[in-house]
């Protein structure tokens, strides 16, 4: 990394930081600092696990206790217990936490408008641009790529949106049981393995890998959410699903896809995945692919 490029960022957040009155003990004129008035916030109408909000914050448990303590002490936040599992709490907000979060709004809302009414319109464009490519590479930056079971919560969302997907794009629709089926256990190592990503704890790609014969894998089920498309998690999640693949000994992949999806199809000739005849009788495929590993 070079040092200009470090310079750079630490320069934005500090200029961020001052604009936004992070630095105030007082964030936006309130009895609160940032951090709390944030969680405040993050816990919303509807409420939060106290585990789901150290995740999408990316906060320390015992720090996030300690901000919601001051919260329940200000008459904002009340935390239950569930009755299922002593380890799940869940925050609520009360009738004047809900009044706070409203005023807070307000205020963010007159801030923002100090910001930008010092810019003429060309100037404000420019910066409501940059903004929105910043927060969509700051989104990739928390990006995180693991493996998990075939079955297990997170793995079986990310298909059923996959499947959604499909039933809305596919010319007559979609139905899974027509498909070649595919084991579960083809898809736990040494045979096969499943992956997802995440940003800020919230599942946003998916794709699996199983042995097709000695040395050749086959892809399936990739699948990244529409509205953070062509910000490059299909081609990072594409390369850790070759990276898995070699380690299982797998020299050569395969996959197929149907012609509605036009941006998976690019992405894997981008990405040196090379048409060929088809290699199975998948009925809801147009092109199959192949690509040898290096």
Same mark, same amino acid.
């Given at each position: ?26 964030? +936006?004129?309130?009895? =609160? ?5 944030? $969680? ?15 995740? =999408?914050?990316? @906060? %320390?448990?015992?720090?996030? /206790? ?14 239950? /217990? ?11 907000? /009360? ?17 923002? $408008?100090?910001? +930008? ?11 409501? %641009?940059?903004? *929105? ?23 079986? &969302? ?21 498909? @070649? ?21 919230? &599942?946003?790609?998916?794709?699996? +890998? ?26 990072? +999640? ?21 012609? *509605? ?26 092109? &199959?692919?192949?690509?040898? @590993?290096?």
């Amino acid at each position: 990394m070079e040092a200009e490029q470090i310079r750079q960022v630490r320069l934005f957040q500090r200029i961020v930081s001052q604009r936004t009155g992070a630095l105030h003990d007082r964030f +936006l004129g309130r009895d =609160r600092p940032m951090g709390a008035s944030r $969680v405040l916030y993050e816990i919303g109408s509807s409420g939060a696990d106290l585990r789901d909000l150290c995740t =999408r914050l990316d @906060l %320390d448990s015992g720090y996030l /206790t300690r901000l919601i303590h001051d919260l329940v002490s200000e008459g904002l936040a009340s935390v239950e /217990t569930s009755p299922d599992d002593e380890r799940v709490r869940h925050a609520s907000l /009360t009738a004047a936490g809900r009044a706070e979060v409203e005023e807070m709004n307000r205020r963010a809302d007159q801030l923002t $408008v100090s910001l +930008l009414e010092n810019l003429d319109p060309a100037e404000r464009q420019r910066l409501l %641009d940059a903004m *929105a490519v910043v927060c969509r590479l700051l989104q990739i930056s928390g990006l995180r790529i693991e493996r998990v079971e075939p079955d297990s919560p997170e793995a079986r &969302w990310c298909i059923e949106q996959y499947f959604e997907e499909l039933r809305r794009r596919f010319e007559g629709g979609f139905d899974p049981s027509l498909v @070649l089926p595919t084991d579960e256990a083809d898809l736990r190592p040494p045979r096969g393995v499943v992956m997802v990503a995440s940003i800020d704890g919230a &599942w946003v790609a998916c794709a699996s +890998l199983k042995t097709l014969t000695p040395g050749v894998g086959y892809l399936k089920r990739m699948w990244v959410d529409g509205s953070l498309r062509g910000m490059g998690i299909g081609r990072r +999640l594409l390369a850790a699903m070759e990276s898995e693949a070699r380690q299982l000994g797998m020299t050569t992949l395969r996959l197929e896809t149907n012609r *509605a999806l036009v941006e998976a199809i690019r992405m894997y000739r981008h990405l040196g995945y090379d048409e060929v005849p088809p290699f199975n009788a998948e009925p809801y495929a147009h092109h &199959w692919f192949e690509k040898h @590993l290096t």
